[in-house]
């Protein structure tokens, strides 16, 4: 990759500054992942800041997920990940229990969209997987935590048979944050009643039919807005 048209940064703020420069080096020139990236000498040369400054700016980029860095090898472009980007938000939401409810509602607007396409596009093998985890969650006298994983893995298989990297980044910020409010549904509402929606959410997908696909994952979600109402500390209104 070609260097001639780094330029030394500006004697202000040098880590930020090399930081947006990575961000428009590799957006800017679309380059592709796994693509390298000029050595650190060579950045640090070309850009007028020091070994320390540069490396502290490298991990910022590469904790949002933009390059990746490899013990005595040059950086080199991330793959796309909806991981990063989704950690970055659990952290920020996680920072106020009061967005439950809300974090709720947006998830089963999301949830309601994602289940009308993955009853068009389900593979035969996201299909099976739905069935071992209908199985698996029909064991008795298991503990909660077994359930909540059961309840957790049965959204995940529905939003990976949509392949939309979009929807993962934006449901997978928010089920993490939603692990104890499941657990109180499933607590209070009992394993049974999320279980039948489930069957029949996975029964509208096997037929492929986003209609009732949507209508009984609406009911599901509603199920679990409700539960978050009721389970609501007095001080959080």
Do not use: W
Request: proline share 4%.
């Amino acid at each position: 990759m070609s260097i001639e048209k780094i330029r030394k940064l500006e004697n202000r703020d040098r880590i930020n500054q090399i930081v947006e420069f990575l961000h428009s080096l590799i957006l800017d020139q679309g380059l592709a992942p796994g693509t390298e990236l000029p050595s650190e000498k060579e950045l640090a040369q070309r850009l007028g800041v020091s070994r320390f400054s540069l490396r502290e700016a490298l991990r910022i980029a590469e904790t949002q997920g933009l390059i990746k860095i490899s013990q005595g090898k040059r950086p080199t472009v991330a793959s796309p990940s909806s991981h990063t980007v989704s950690n970055i938000l659990r952290i920020a939401l996680q920072r106020s229990t009061k967005n439950l409810l809300d974090l709720a509602i947006a998830r089963a607007g999301l949830e309601c969209k994602i289940v009308r396409i993955a009853a068009e596009k389900i593979s035969p093998q996201d299909l099976s997987a739905l069935e071992e985890n209908l199985k698996l969650m029909e064991i008795p006298n298991r503990k909660l935590d077994y359930y909540v994983q059961k309840d957790l893995e049965f959204h995940e298989i529905i939003l990976r048979s949509t392949g939309s990297m979009v929807f993962e980044i934006m449901l997978s910020s928010v089920t993490p944050l939603l692990y104890e409010s499941r657990a109180q549904t499933l607590a209070t509402g009992g394993v049974e009643r999320a279980l039948q929606l489930h069957r029949e959410i996975y029964q509208a997908l096997k037929d492929h039919d986003p209609d009732r696909a949507e209508e009984k994952m609406e009911r599901h979600m509603q199920n679990a807005v409700e539960d978050i109402l009721a389970s609501r500390l007095p001080e959080e209104g």
